[in-house]
């Protein structure tokens, strides 16, 4: 992505002025050739690329903190999210400041350059590796309707980019149905906006609910939608994540990197769920049927067995997990 940025900087198409630059959702592996490393600040609500862009030495921050001379902002597959970054933009170098936007024609690069065309005069565009790049001064004031709102779906609340913001999840609600009568300690893997762990607190014998998920907006409205005091949120990569031991671990696994499907993407979940588990635990995932996920659940669970297929998806219970690693 930032191949663009890179080329728009060096031909001269884009100047960027003396001060602080903010990174609005920048790429983990962002080049830093032509831009200015030590004035750069950036902020990402993705957990896994937050730390990766902190571990180059980007400085990072939860939410645009001061004032900058420019913003540069990296746009998302979510048009509600890549609007809301500008706003967030604007906001942050002021009328008159610049606002550099870079992105993919497959992530909807051609309508945000037309909703900024209709607010603000857009300077040269550069098209490269099938996306474009443009700046502008920012407006007064932020155009209506950019800066996102949280949204309420069937009594939850959800943001702009978050999965399944527009509604709740087929293979999460088939998977809810199965939660009932839960007990102990339980990790909600990949949690969202915390649907599942308030089907997981209905049983009163569930001590503590860890929920862990690396996109801090819908873990910011897992912390509305699950208000009980057993629940503790976690923004973390799921992959890696170093709780417990629990007595069940539940998940709906992503399956995509960016556009691309990605199954190995599940199968870090599942081996995370077994390790993470007691040896007598318990491991409830829902899935796409069609996803290939029989080897690696073989793999980490002695017994498996698939709960219920309907509409497309499988929920899955793994036991003994071969790899749980610690015992209570």
């Known amino acids: ?34 831009l200015p ?18 571990a180059r030495g980007l400085a990072m921050a939860d939410a645009p903190e001061g004032s900058f001379a420019a913003a540069v902002v990296f746009v998302p597959r979510a048009r509600a999210l890549a609007l809301d970054l500008l706003a967030q933009a604007i906001g942050a170098v002021g009328a008159g400041g610049l606002v550099v936007v870079d992105g993919a024609k497959a992530d909807g690069i051609e309508a945000i350059l037309k909703a900024v065309r209709a607010a603000a005069p857009v300077g040269e565009v550069v098209s490269k590796a099938h996306g474009k790049v443009f700046a502008f001064a920012a407006p007064d004031t932020v155009p209506e309707g950019w800066a996102a709102r949280p949204r309420q779906v069937e009594g939850f609340v959800t943001a702009p980019g978050v999965f399944s913001a527009d509604g709740i999840d087929p293979g999460s609600a088939l998977l809810a149905a199965h939660l009932a009568g839960l007990k102990g ?5 990949g949690a969202g906006w915390g649907y599942l762990g308030r089907s997981v607190l209905a049983s009163e014998a569930v001590t503590v609910l860890d929920l862990v998920e690396a996109e801090r907006a819908a873990l910011d409205c897992a912390r509305i939608n699950v208000a009980d005091p ?99």
């Open 185 to 189: 300690r339980v990790c909600d893997l």
């Open 1 to 34: 992505m930032d191949e663009r940025l890179s080329l728009a900087l060096a031909r001269g198409a884009v100047t960027l002025p003396e001060g602080p630059v903010l990174l609005l959702r920048p790429p983990a592996n962002l080049s830093f050739d032509e």
């Open 230 to 328: 057993r629940a503790a949120f976690h923004w973390a990569d799921a992959t890696v994540w170093t709780g417990g031991p629990y007595d069940t671990v539940v998940s709906n696994p992503p399956f995509h990197a960016s556009r691309r499907a990605d199954p190995d993407l599940g199968r870090a979940f599942v081996a995370a769920a077994a390790r993470l588990l007691v040896p007598s635990g318990r491991f409830l995932m829902v899935a796409n049927r069609h996803l290939p996920y029989e080897a690696a659940l073989e793999d980490a669970f002695a017994e498996r067995l698939v709960i219920e297929e309907r509409d497309g998806y499988k929920v899955v219970q793994g036991r003994k997990p071969r790899r749980a690693g610690r015992t209570r």
């Open 37 to 54: 490393l030590e004035a750069c600040s950036g902020t990402h609500g993705f957990r896994p690329a937050h730390d990766a862009l902190a």
